[in-house]
Each structure stands twice: as structure tokens, then as C-alpha cells.
């Protein structure tokens, strides 16, 4: 995907968010919630766009035990 297209699609959802919050009337707790919900889903599709995703998919977390008997975090990075 191209850098102009990213720009593009940015700039729409913030236009469209723009105009969903000055023309449509809503409480105001709503409108919070629908600009969280809209940040936190372009971000993650930045995130999809650009591949940080996919990396992250490959970190494994476990826990073990340690000689002492308490348990203890693991986190295996690929390669």
C-alpha cells in the first residue's frame, strides 16, 4: 500500500469522524466512545499496514517454574 493512499484513508476517517461529531447530535459520552473506538481501530489497521503486526503474532509468553518454586515469565522472540 502506498504512502499517499495511507494519507488518503487518514485523512477521510478524520474528516468523516469530523463531521459525525459537529452534525450529528449525541451525548456527549457517546461521542467519546465512538472517537476511542475510531482511534483504537486505525491505529491497529496502521499497525496491520506496516507490518507490527505480523511480528508480534511470533512472540510466545509462558511461565515456568523456577528452582524455588515460583513461577516465572518467559518471553521467546523469533529470530
Do not use: Q
Not at 499517499?4 to 484513508?9: A, D, F, N, P, R
Not at 478524520?14 to 491505529?43: A, E, Q, S
Not at 491497529?44 to 528452582?67: C, K, M, T
Amino acid at each position: 500500500m502506498s504512502l499517499v493512499t495511507i494519507v488518503i484513508t487518514l485523512i477521510v476517517a478524520g474528516v468523516l469522524l469530523w463531521l459525525v461529531n459537529t452534525y450529528i447530535p449525541m451525548d456527549g459520552k457517546i461521542k467519546r466512545i465512538l472517537n476511542i473506538v475510531v482511534v483504537v481501530v486505525v491505529v491497529v489497521w496502521l499497525l496491520g499496514v506496516f507490518g507490527v503486526l505480523d511480528h508480534l503474532r511470533n512472540i510466545r509468553a509462558s511461565l515456568e517454574s523456577s528452582p524455588s518454586g515460583a513461577p516465572t515469565a518467559r518471553v521467546v522472540l523469533p529470530c
